[in-house]
Structures are given as C-alpha cells and as structure tokens.
C-alpha cells in the first residue's frame, strides 16, 4: 500500500522559513515525479512545484525565489523548503507522487494527508 507521510508543517511569523518533508513508501515502481500543492480554506487546491526523477524542478509563480522543492530518489523523499514567508502561504501542503508500477506499467497519482502550515503577520 502507497503511503505519503507529510511533517515540517507548523506557525511561523511573516518572513521566517519552514522545510516540509513528504516521505513514500509501499512503491513497486518508478516515481517519476513529486510535488507538493497546497489549499487555502475556501479555496481550490493549486500547484506549489514539481520535480521530476530526472531532477527538473518548477516552481508556481507566486512562489519562485522564495520555496525550493528538492528530492532524494533513494529515500523516495522530496522536500519544499520554504522562506521569506507570507501570510497569504498560509494553507494545508498536500505531497503528491506520480508512480509508473513496473509490473503494469501504468500511472497512478498518490497523495498525503496534508500539513497545516501558518504564517502569521
């Protein structure tokens, strides 16, 4: 079974930084991309950045220069570390990990459980 556990999450003042960390476990494949997304309340959920295996990172607009999204392919791991932080970053990260199984070789789309993360001005 596919398990995406999220931790870093927590209060922080306006301008401080958080480093969120989304561990997988249970693949039997290739993941060949994670990324992290992230819902404010009463708001859709949007794209934050993606890496792909390859390491090819993106970044959203309104994150760029601010978070760093980065991956350890041997621990199947990807971390966001997130500074100059804004009030308006204020949200549940959900991870999210793309798997080709190799059995298969279909794509499957997993996803965490979400970390609040609150940054106060």
């Known amino acids: 079974q596919v398990q995406l556990v999220e931790s870093g999450g927590g209060l922080v003042q306006a301008g401080g930084s958080l480093r969120l960390s989304c561990a997988a476990s249970?693949?039997?494949?290739?993941?060949?991309?994670m990324g992290w997304y992230r819902q404010a309340p009463g708001k859709q959920r949007e794209w934050v950045a993606t890496?792909?295996?390859?390491?090819?990172?993106n970044h959203a607009d309104s994150v760029k220069g601010r978070f760093t999204i980065s991956r350890d392919n041997a621990k199947n791991t990807v971390y966001l570390q997130m500074n100059t932080l804004k009030p308006e970053d204020t949200a549940v990260y959900y991870c999210?990990?793309?798997?080709?199984?190799?059995?298969?070789?279909?794509?499957?789309?997993?996803w965490g459980q979400g970390t609040q993360v609150t940054v106060s001005s």
């Open positions: 249970g693949i039997k494949g290739d993941v060949k991309s």
């Open positions: 999210n990990a793309e798997v080709e199984w190799y059995v298969t070789r279909r794509a499957y789309s997993y």
């Open positions: 890496i792909t295996d390859g390491g090819t990172t």
